[in-house]
Nanobody, 121 residues
Framework: QVQLVESGGGLVQAGGSLRLSCAASGSIFAINRMGWYRQAPGKQRELVATITSGGNTNYADSVKGRFTISIDNAKNTVYLQMNSPKPEDTAVYYC???????????????WGQGTQVTVSS
């Protein structure tokens, strides 16, 4: 199995900064893509940003220019640097990975438990 463990969430003031981390562990054969999604109360889960193992990134329009996603392939860890967050960024942030575990090799979507990010005005 593959486990994703997030860290770094919490309370931040609007205009400040916060960095989320997510480490994948377990019987990992390979990871193709990692990223972050978020879900605010009463809303559907939405994409924040994704990054491939090759470094190709994709961002939601709402976070472009403010958030930066990066990956450390050697550590199977993805980061989300949140600069100038806004109150509307308040949500539970979920780590995501598309990877394969060993024995047998099978590619699947994996999700973390989520970490709360609250942006105060």
């Amino acid at each position: 199995q593959v486990q994703l463990v997030e860290s770094g969430g919490g309370l931040v003031q609007a205009g400040g900064s916060l960095r989320l981390s997510c480490a994948a562990s377990g019987s990992i054969f390979a990871i193709n893509r990692m990223g972050w999604y978020r879900q605010a109360p009463g809303k559907q889960r939405e994409l924040v940003a994704t990054i491939t193992s090759g470094g190709n990134t994709n961002y939601a329009d709402s976070v472009k220019g403010r958030f930066t996603i990066s990956i450390d392939n050697a550590k199977n860890t993805v980061y989300l640097q949140m600069n100038s967050p806004k109150p509307e960024d308040t949500a539970v942030y979920y780590c995501y990975a598309y990877g394969a575990k060993v024995v047998p090799i099978r590619w699947s979507d994996y999700w973390g438990q989520g970490t709360q990010v609250t942006v105060s005005s």
